[in-house]
């Protein structure tokens, strides 16, 4: 069935350096790709997003990646501060069906 | 808040009670997602309205469970029977009809004891 691997699943990094998280999907119909991000009690919320037609994209300090052929996607947080700590999602979604799969998250710590 | 909202925010029930939830979506949204989360995991899909039809629901989804959208407006999640594992967040989701982005609700926490 459909999959998608997140790794790592803590981080733990000191403010102003880079986080990265990466994800493996499993259906290669998947062309749509978010980024959600959760703290603790509150909803999960879409930060960034890339569709299968592009390869990079970025928003200020965040920026994702994509490799289509090896199924891979990134998040990248350059310039990490504290209210970065919280819980990352990726997800894969094929825009033709109804059905988003969830990696299992990154808990990120951003030391002060 | 125009944003999606969920009755109740947490229910506490005894094992083998029904529980009810409800999902309200931002009101353009004709698309609906319910999603079930544990501690320590991402969202799983449960199943998906486009206006009033069900057009999708998980493989992996209990027959006690079961979903409603019957104007096209507010869904209802009902689990019948509730089992200690089914204690989770809830999570219901909405979109607008050619859009992707999905926007969630605050969830109903729910613990069977």
């Known amino acids: 069935g459909e999959n998608v691997e997140q790794h790592p699943s803590t981080l733990s990094v000191q403010e102003g350096d880079s986080a990265v998280i990466k994800c493996t999907y499993s259906d290669s119909a998947s062309n749509y790709f978010p980024w959600y991000k959760q703290e603790l009690g509150k909803r999960p919320q879409l930060i960034i997003d890339?569709?299968?037609?592009?390869g990079e994209k970025k928003d200020q300090r965040i920026a994702v990646t994509l490799n289509k052929t090896a199924k891979h996607f990134s998040l990248h947080i350059t310039e990490t501060q504290p209210e970065d700590s919280a819980v990352y999602f990726c997800a894969a979604f094929y825009t033709g069906g109804f059905k988003t799969i969830f990696g299992a998250g990154t808990r990120l710590f951003v030391k002060a | 808040d125009t944003g999606v909202s969920q009755d109740p925010r947490h229910k506490i029930t005894k094992r083998g009670q029904n529980v009810t939830f409800r999902c309200d979506p931002i009101s353009e949204h004709n698309r609906l997602y319910w999603y079930r989360q544990t501690l320590g995991q991402g969202p799983e899909f449960l199943t998906y309205?486009?206006?009033?039809?069900?057009?999708?629901k998980s493989r992996l989804l209990s027959d006690r469970f079961s979903a409603e959208r019957p104007k096209g407006s507010f869904s209802t999640l009902e689990i019948q029977r509730t089992e200690q594992g089914d204690s989770a967040m809830y999570l219901c989701a909405s979109s607008l009809q050619g859009a992707v982005e999905q926007f969630f609700g605050p969830g109903t926490r729910l613990t069977v004891l």
């Open positions: 309205f486009q206006n009033e039809a069900q057009l999708e």
């Open positions: 890339i569709r299968s037609n592009v």
